[in-house]
């Protein structure tokens, strides 16, 4: 319960960048991409997680650029990469200067990646919340 607890609370918790990106993720759902954000995963907490294209957004802030969470990120992606998930890594400033292109880039990984079926997604345990 505590990992479902902690995701709930870092769902009310989001950055501005975070909370922008949301909101555009959310309008991709008419076009049958159902994103979480968020969500638990293999001892990660994933920013954002459309499960049916096994793609993954990272929103980082400043922090990432330093070494040692860089090299933090490197192992989580290669972790990801192993449970065939793409991992697609925006800073904070292009998120809020640049967002039609973030979202230029998302929709052309959702575009190119192959669809799974819903029995690979894990359940939407705890994220009840838009």
């Not at 607890?5 to 959310?26: F, N, S």
């Not at 860089?70 to 989580?76: C, E, I, L, P």
Request: with cysteine; charged share 30%; net charge positive.
């Amino acid at each position: 319960m505590a990992i479902i607890a902690r995701a709930r609370a870092m769902r009310k918790a989001l950055t501005p960048p975070e909370a922008r990106m949301w909101v555009q993720l959310k309008l991709l759902r008419a076009q049958g991409f159902h994103f979480r954000r968020q969500a638990p995963f293999r001892g990660y907490y994933l920013d954002f997680v459309c499960f049916n294209r096994r793609l993954v957004i990272e929103i980082d802030g400043v922090t990432h650029a330093i070494e040692a969470r860089a090299n933090r990120d490197r192992v989580r992606d290669a972790v990801l990469a192993g449970e065939g998930f793409t991992t697609l890594r925006f800073d904070n400033a292009a998120v809020r200067d640049d967002l039609d292109g973030v979202m230029a880039g998302v929709m052309s990984a959702l575009e190119a990646l192959p669809t799974r079926s819903l029995r690979d997604h894990p359940p939407h345990e705890g994220e009840g919340e838009s």
